[in-house]
């Protein structure tokens, strides 16, 4: 993840622990951000910087939209809050547009569940996958997270909000995914990987 403060100072804590960037994580994300590089060189792309209300004015109906907010009811604060009413007015464009949409959310997590899903997003399809947060200014706040997509359209795997509510009063599994297995981390996978190769090219010399 590369993130960023006020300041433009890079601001994702790798704490005391080098192996967090191991050389064959370094080249894997350089690889990674010269691909999608390439692709954008390639393809026919117009960016733009603009408040949400604006490109949802400019939404037709003939598109499929992938909206990405701060995470209403956690901690959003990249420049400044995300609002109950900016959520809501998130809710009403999509609708309005009539376009097919799918929004990036929290369901929940070991402390609370996001019950702006139930209320704001009551008429839509949800599904659900596992998350385990790395990042983190305490490793105590590095747990895992309910994630969630919300749809106008039924996607694989996809139940109704209303639908959810139920199973979360009823205690049953959240999750319209298979549960994900986090037995050894990536980065220390990548890390025992650049570790092997040392070693074989040192056998090598």
């Known amino acids: 993840m590369m993130r960023f403060n006020r300041k ?7 704490c005391k622990k080098p192996n967090r960037f191991a050389q064959a994580l370094v080249t894997k994300i350089t690889n990674q951000v010269k691909n999608v590089s390439q692709i954008i060189d390639l393809g026919d792309f117009t960016f733009k910087h603009q408040d949400f209300k604006t490109t949802l004015a400019e939404i037709k109906a003939s598109d499929l939209v992938y909206s ?40 929940s997590n070991k402390y609370r569940t996001n019950d702006y899903i139930f209320s704001i997003w009551s008429d839509s399809f949800i599904t659900t996958k596992e998350h385990f947060y790395h ?18 359209v039924n996607l694989n795997s996809c139940i109704l909000t209303k639908d959810m509510k139920i199973i979360i009063e009823k205690g049953d599994s959240q999750l319209t ?5 986090y037995e050894i981390p990536t980065q220390l996978l990548l890390k025992l990987e650049e570790e092997k190769l040392d070693k074989i090219k040192y056998t090598q010399e």
């Open 135 to 152: 990042v983190g200014g305490k490793e105590s706040n590095r747990n895992s997270v309910n994630e969630a997509l919300i749809s106008n």
């Open 177 to 181: 995914t298979s549960k994900v297995k």
């Open 8 to 14: 433009g100072g890079y601001n994702v804590p790798f």
């Open 68 to 107: 990405d907010p701060p995470y209403i009811g956690r901690h959003v604060d990249y420049f400044d809050s995300w609002s109950e009413e900016e959520e809501i007015e998130l809710n009403n464009g999509l609708v309005d547009s009539k376009a097919k949409y799918m929004l990036s959310t929290w369901l």
